[in-house]
């Protein structure tokens, strides 16, 4: 079945270092890509997508490259601020006709410290 | 417009208990989603709707839980005899089709089982 694999946490740094949180999938076909952010005290909300392979998707300074070949799809930020400490999921959608529904990492939490 | 709501956002039951959970999608998403957040299983998916039908009835753990869609809106998600390991947050979340790449989040509803 379809899974996604996150690097495991939590991680912490200091604000202004860069980030790169991991995330390799298993799919049958050519699944769509996202991560999801939420923060302290919020709902999940979509960061940034990528629907087919060499895409890459970005929001809020985050990147991520949808690698086929390598079957991953890595976070990376050039500068952390204070206000990205949140949770972070990996998650795919494979679409089969009759259900999208998401399947998602187990998640990281990331604590940017001043 | 308002996003998903959810409520109620806190439900505290004792063990044996019914609990009834709703969701009230965006206006016009015809596609719903439930997931479940708990900290050993990270996010899991429960049950989709499209319109009032639900055709992905897979991730439901056990026939102890059961929901419904009426009007092609609001979703009500139950789960009868609680037990301790029903702790968790429960997600809904909708989108415009079933096809559409981004589902929107609702807040929630942290359920306690006694």
Redesign the interface.
């Known amino acids: 079945g379809d899974s996604v694999t996150q690097m495991e946490g939590p991680v912490t740094l200091s604000e202004e270092a860069f980030l790169t949180i991991n995330c390799t999938y298993t799919a049958t076909g050519y699944p769509s890509l996202f991560w999801y952010v939420q923060y302290p005290g919020e709902g999940l909300q979509l960061l940034l997508k990528a629907t087919k392979a060499d895409d890459k998707g970005s929001n809020k300074g985050f990147e991520a490259t949808y690698r086929k070949e390598t079957t991953s799809f890595h976070l990376e930020k050039g500068s952390v601020q204070v206000s990205d400490s949140a949770v972070y999921f990996c998650a795919l959608r494979a679409y089969t006709g009759a259900n999208s529904k998401l399947t998602f990492g187990k998640g990281i939490t990331l604590s940017v410290r001043p | 417009g308002a996003g998903?709501s959810q409520s109620p956002s806190n439900k505290v039951t004792e063990k044996g208990k019914d609990v009834e959970l709703r969701c009230d999608p965006i206006s016009g998403h015809t596609?719903l989603?439930w997931?479940r957040q708990s900290l050993g299983q990270?996010?899991?998916?429960l049950i989709?709707f499209q319109g009032n039908s639900a055709?992905?009835k897979s991730?439901l753990p056990s026939d102890r839980f059961s929901a419904e869609r009426t009007g092609g809106s609001v979703s009500t998600l139950t789960i009868q005899r609680t037990q301790q390991e029903d702790s968790a947050v429960y997600?809904c979340?909708s989108?415009w089709t079933?096809?559409?790449?981004?589902?929107?989040?609702?807040?929630?509803t942290r359920l306690t089982v006694l």
């Open positions: 998903v596609a989603y997931y990270g996010l899991e998916f989709y055709p992905d991730g997600l979340a989108s079933s096809v559409s790449n981004e589902q929107f989040f609702g807040p929630g």
